[in-house]
């Protein structure tokens, strides 16, 4: 069974920086993407971010472009993202996704349903 665990979550101030991991087991395979999302207070989920597990394909929602960054350390599954100039609308709910396979066809980094596993989510607090 795939599980996903989100940490690095927390209080930053308006301009500031946070560092989120998402802890990725139990893939029998390869997998086609993790993803990260996010959900503000009354707002719907959206994509942010996303990484291929095939190669260093990335994908950058255009509100974080320049400004996030994702990664991924193979030997543990552990899929990194930096946020920096972080701002008080950032304040949401993060969570990665996973979407296993090897064959992937098109990849729809933006898409939460095309994802099958999802963590429980890491609060990120941005005070103005």
């Known amino acids: 069974q795939v599980q996903l665990v989100e940490s690095g979550g927390g209080l930053a101030h308006s301009g500031g920086s946070l560092r989120l991991s998402c802890t990725a087991s139990?893939?029998?395979?390869?997998?086609?993407?993790i993803g990260w999302f996010r959900q503000a207070p009354g707002k719907e989920r959206e994509g942010v971010s996303a990484?291929?597990?095939?190669?260093?394909?990335?994908y950058y929602a255009d509100a974080v472009k320049g400004r996030f960054t994702i990664s991924r350390n193979n030997d543990n599954n552990i899929i990194f993202r930096q946020m920096s100039d972080l701002g008080p609308e950032e304040t949401a709910v993060y969570f990665c996704?996973?979407?296993?396979?090897?064959?992937?066809?098109?990849?729809?980094?933006?898409?939460?349903?095309?994802?099958?596993?999802w963590g429980q989510g890491t609060q990120v607090t941005v005070s103005s």
């Open positions: 139990g893939f029998t395979s390869n997998y086609c993407a």
């Open positions: 990484i291929s597990g095939s190669d260093d394909s990335t």
């Open positions: 996704a996973a979407r296993p396979g090897v064959y992937c066809g098109t990849m729809y980094y933006s898409d939460e349903g095309w994802y099958d596993y």
